[in-house]
Structures are given as structure tokens and as C-alpha cells.
T-cell receptor, first 114, second 113 residues
Framework: DTGVSQDPRHKITKRGQNVTFRCDPI?????LYWYRQTLGQGPEFLTY????????KSRLLSDRFSAERPKGSFSTLEIQRTEQGDSAMYLC????????????FGPGTRLTVT | GQQVMQIPQYQHVQEGEDFTTYCNSS?????IQWYKQRPGGHPVFLIQ?????EVKKQKRLTFQFGEAKKNSSLHITATQTTDVGTYFC?????????????FGTGTRLKVLA
């Protein structure tokens, strides 16, 4: 399978716990995005990387959210001290090139905070 | 901040009828992308438009980018049940050198057989 993969697919956690999600982009894709999507809404931008450099981070993100892409390949998104409002689908997407190009989305990680 | 709005929010059509969704940005866009998300699925890229007034066709789907590059539309001719899903437009933040995309609010299409 050469698509974008995400792990885990589902995560249930208690409020206050930390969670970490992983995204493996399509090989050779230099750009990687993280989005959050709630029911009935469009994907909401969280952050994106060009290779290993984090170029943009949404102001909507509090300091509880952090993302890394240490070697320009896979990426992790960590949420510290989870809150019920963090419950959502977390989508990863990757794209190739320096200019605007299509984004390939992974299946997402569904987070439920109880 | 920059906003991307879509209308209508929902559309129910009989199979065989046409469907159109409209996308409007508060700022000029350098390009616009369209995605389709099936129920329970993830967004799948449909097309990217770059030029002012550009029109592209994919079988029964016709995409248009406005002359002012602030609006776009997707038209489906003779809908089929396989067209069911939510259609999103997405445009980059209006700042040179960034590829941060803002997604529209989406139009959910239901096709009645």
C-alpha cells in the first residue's frame, strides 16, 4: 500500500491524559499536513511541514498540541492534558512538490476523550 | 481572518438531476482545490484550478474558477448515487510562499434513487 497511513485509527482516552498519533506519508512527499475535523465540518488546518521544517501552525492550537517530523518522513502529533473538546477526527495529508499540489489524505485517527 | 464559504450546506436531488455547489473566498486565491469525502471516509482530491476563468471537466463534473479568483463552482450533470458525499473547496492562505490551505464549509449531497 503506497497511500498515507495513520496509527492508531481509533483512540479513547480519559480527560487529562496525553495522546500521540503517527502519520506515515506517501514516500518522497515533502509536504505533510495535520488537520482536525469534527462532525459536519470541513478539515481545520493545524500545522504543516516542508520536509522536517514546521512552516505554519494554526493560532487555534494551544500549547497542548505539538507536532514533529524529525527526519522529514513520518510525523507525530501529540496532545497533552486532553480535554473533551479535543474529541475529533485527526487527519494527516501529504503532497509532493514546491508549488501548490494535491493533498493525499490518510484514513484519520478518531479521538474520543471521556 | 480569511474565510472560505460554500453554499448550499445541504442538497438533496433525485438521481438524474443536476447539482451545483458554490465556493466563495473573502480574499483572492492563487489556486483552488476541490475534494470529495464519502460518508465515513477521508477527503479525496478531485481537481486544482489555477487560472482566472479556468474551466475543467471530468466526465460529468465541471469545475470553474471565477474571473476575480475569489469564487469557484462545481457542477455535476445527471447525478448518480455514487456522487453521494460532501464536496469541499480549499484555498491557500493569502500570503506569499505559504501552502496553508483553508477548507470550505462543505456541501453535503444526497442522491435519491
Amino acid at each position: 500500500d503506497t497511500g498515507v497511513s495513520q496509527d492508531p485509527r481509533h483512540k479513547i482516552t480519559k480527560r487529562g491524559q496525553n495522546v500521540t498519533f503517527r502519520c506515515d506519508p506517501i514516500s518522497e512527499h515533502n509536504r505533510l499536513y495535520w488537520y482536525r475535523q469534527t462532525l459536519g465540518q470541513g478539515p481545520e488546518f493545524l500545522t504543516y511541514f516542508q520536509n522536517e521544517a514546521q512552516l505554519e501552525k494554526s493560532r487555534l492550537l494551544s500549547d497542548r498540541f505539538s507536532a514533529e517530523r524529525p527526519k522529514g518522513s513520518f510525523s507525530t502529533l501529540e496532545i497533552q492534558r486532553t480535554e473533551q473538546g479535543d474529541s475529533a477526527m485527526y487527519l494527516c495529508a501529504s503532497s509532493l512538490g514546491l508549488a501548490a499540489s494535491e493533498q493525499y489524505f490518510g484514513p484519520g485517527t478518531r479521538l474520543t476523550v471521556t | 481572518g480569511q474565510q472560505v464559504m460554500q453554499i448550499p450546506q445541504y442538497q438533496h436531488v433525485q438521481e438524474g438531476e443536476d447539482f451545483t455547489t458554490y465556493c466563495n473566498s473573502s480574499t483572492t486565491l492563487s489556486n483552488i482545490q476541490w475534494y470529495k469525502q464519502r460518508p465515513g471516509g477521508h477527503p479525496v482530491f478531485l481537481i486544482q484550478l489555477v487560472k482566472s476563468g479556468e474551466v475543467k471537466k471530468q466526465k460529468r463534473l465541471t469545475f470553474q474558477f471565477g474571473e476575480a479568483k475569489k469564487n469557484s463552482s462545481l457542477h455535476i450533470t445527471a447525478t448518480q448515487t455514487t456522487d453521494v458525499g460532501t464536496y469541499f473547496c480549499a484555498g491557500p492562505l493569502s500570503r506569499e510562499g505559504t501552502y496553508k490551505y483553508i477548507f470550505g464549509t462543505g456541501t453535503r449531497l444526497k442522491v435519491l434513487a
